[in-house]
């Protein structure tokens, strides 16, 4: 019996994890166990999503919570380490490009297990963000690297990285064709109107920034829902903001999975600085607004499906007016990357049962 044990602690590896979760039930020698590292810890970001997707509980949970960087990370390290050592795992699963990624990444490299990475080789070429810098160090220490498509594996092999690469397609896309179905009978507001979620600290811990980006969204075309993360929240709180000062803002809690896709379905734009809804806007053909300077999913910007607005924040307006060109499906996959993920893993793990078999 090998045992596989898969590290997730932010939003988006919750939702990463569920379909290889699922795909992993195929192989039954292997132990598959799961270690929350307490990275987001409000229900709506962390327990809920184990509920909706169906996520077996972890093994534990290291409630690492907020603080800097630097804190967070060093606060996982023994934890995973003790749960290493405890379980002894044959490898480690990690996803993406969060603190919870190179934490767990970082632990098995010292203790000679081996990594496995779901989303490995994107880059935005900014070391400013800290997702890049926990990306590059991670796909440098892993033994097996999923890639979501091409631009990433050039990446990679811009870094010397050829081994052990292998373009799966993209994980979120296997959940979101499960999920859709189920998300169209929900109850997602009416009309027309903007989707969306800021978070990242160059938009939010600027109050000059964040409250423009406010005051522009408050007189868009159509009304604005936007999803506001318990941290920007508090922010604005900080800032002497008052969300009545907005009126075309719905100001609504961050949503669970099958929530989120509601409001993705529904909405005409969505406006966004997460790596995550971006991609799922354009796997669901929703034209977006990136308010950053760079992404790592480049291939969103093919025909202005997706679009960088950031140094100048007036150009909102006429970019969400813009209509994007033809679009071109089948670049992140076909929706069974979890499947060829699990497959992968089972050979790195079995190798001698796979020959054989």
Known sequence: MRTLISVIGARPQFIKAAPIEMAMAAYPDIR??????????????????????????????????SGSHATQTAQMLPGLEALFLEHKPDMVLVYGDTNSTLAAALTAAKLCIPVAHVEAGLRSFNRTMPEEVNRVLTDHISNLLFIPGNVARENLLREGITDNVHDCGDVMLDILLTSREKALNGSAPAGSWYYATIHRPYNT????????????????????????HPRTANLLKQYGASLEDYPRIHFIPPQSYFDNLQYLLGCERVITDSGGLQKEAWFVQKPCITLRPETEWVETLENDWNQLVFHDLEALPSALSKTPGEYRAGVYGDGHAAERMAALINQYLNPAAVSHG
């Open 32 to 65: 598959f166990l799961s270690v929350h590292t307490g990275q987001h810890y409000d229900d709506n970001m962390s327990r809920i999503f184990f509920d909706q997707l169906g996520l077996k509980q972890p093994v534990a949970n290291l409630q690492a919570g």
């Open 205 to 228: 811990d600027d109050p000059q920034r964040l409250l423009e980006i406010l005051r522009i969204m408050n007189r868009l075309e159509h009304e604005v829902y936007f999803a506001i």
